[in-house]
């Protein structure tokens, strides 16, 4: 089945943390597929509850003491996959989850002897401004440093973070770019393939003890291309507003001396920076040497394209794509 192989007699354990997201519940969709057993910690339940190799554990993954408490109940796990994320990408709660979490998680995986830790990250901590992404960074670290064998998975852009416009173009409003709309791009890749990706890590040795920049099958596109796209399958004609990114900055300035008062307001600047870091970065790989993104030198996995997902989304509309906070980008 894979070179991870089960503590005892019974299947193979993951356990999964961040199974009720939106790559978590796929990554215990396909887990199951592949025959394993599943094993959810967090503070909801899954829609997978009712499937026999899944097992779901009610725990506050931010507290050190229940963790610690649970590592103690003598359960062993061969696999430890967390796709976590900060719902609201706040500071604080950046840091509790994208950090905090994900210790808490990696201590527990050491504890009940995990052979793997498969962490979803992003390709975005390439160029790190947001706190969300020094926290990632620091748990990459230590990750790396705590001597575990891990793999560290840095995606591109979902198709779901790319289809936050669709109901407005189908309202007949304007598909928003920033400047030009060619100054980003991106490789996007579908739920499924990440997840098919993910749980890839714990079979495939390439995989192992490495940081994996990942996206779609090509080519990269870039937000003028995207609404064009959208256009043409609407069958209407192209209308595009320009906003300047300044915008961002111009926002961010004039609260920056409120959010020194306001945890509120600290954290709809920093709302503001990740939306101007999305507007005026592409989710490529970065090339150290020449400083500039690279389409070419983004790995592309999977056969899913954002069309096709378009296609579906315009007939069957965005349940299960819901964005969250994330909706601005
Ligand atoms: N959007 C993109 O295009 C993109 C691209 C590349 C990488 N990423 C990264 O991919 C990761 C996953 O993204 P996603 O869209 O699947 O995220 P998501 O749908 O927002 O899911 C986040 C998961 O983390 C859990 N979580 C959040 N805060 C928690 C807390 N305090 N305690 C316990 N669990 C908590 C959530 O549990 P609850 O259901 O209990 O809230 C949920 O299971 C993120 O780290 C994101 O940065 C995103």
Request: glycine share 8%; net charge neutral; proline share 4%.
């Amino acid at each position: 089945m894979t070179d991870i192989e089960s503590n005892g007699s019974q299947l193979p354990t993951v356990l999964l943390a961040g199974a009720t997201g939106y790559i978590g519940k796929h990554v215990c969709e396909t887990l199951l597929n592949r025959g394993f057993h599943v094993l959810s910690l967090g503070r909801g339940k899954s829609k997978t509850e009712d499937h026999r190799n899944f097992e779901h554990i009610s725990i506050d993954i931010c507290s050190d003491k229940e963790m610690t408490e649970f590592a103690r109940s003598g359960r062993q796990i061969d696999a430890l996959i967390s796709c976590l994320g900060s719902r609201t990408g706040g500071r604080r709660d950046a840091w509790a989850v994208e950090f905090g979490a994900n210790k808490n998680l990696l201590n527990l995986s050491l504890l009940m002897s995990s052979k793997k830790f498969v962490l979803l990250s992003a390709i975005c901590v390439q160029r790190p401004r947001l706190e969300f992404q020094f926290a990632k960074i620091a748990f990459e670290d230590h990750l790396i440093a705590s001597g575990i064998t891990y793999s560290i998975v840095r995606p591109t852009a979902y198709f779901k973070s790319l289809a936050g416009q669709i109901e407005n173009l189908k309202a007949g409003k304007a598909f928003v770019v920033f400047g030009k709309g060619v100054g980003t791009a991106c490789k996007p890749i579908s739920a499924k393939d990440l997840s098919d990706y993910i749980c890839g890590c714990l079979e495939d040795p390439k995989r192992q003890n490495k940081v994996l920049p990942i996206g779609g099958p090509g080519p990269s596109i870039t937000p003028i291309e995207q609404g064009e796209m959208l256009f043409r399958l609407l069958d209407k004609k192209p209308n595009f507003c320009y906003l300047p990114s300044i915008m961002f900055r111009i926002i961010s300035a004039l609260i920056a001396p409120l959010s020194l008062i306001s945890e509120k307001i600290s954290n709809l600047r920093e709302f503001i920076h990740i939306g101007h870091y999305y507007a005026t970065e592409s989710m490529l790989f970065w090339d150290e040497t020449k400083e500039r993104y690279s389409s070419k030198e983004t790995p592309e996995y999977g056969c899913d394209t954002l069309e096709n997902f378009y296609c579906e989304v315009l007939k069957s509309g965005m349940e299960g794509q819901e964005l969250g906070d994330h909706k601005l980008f």
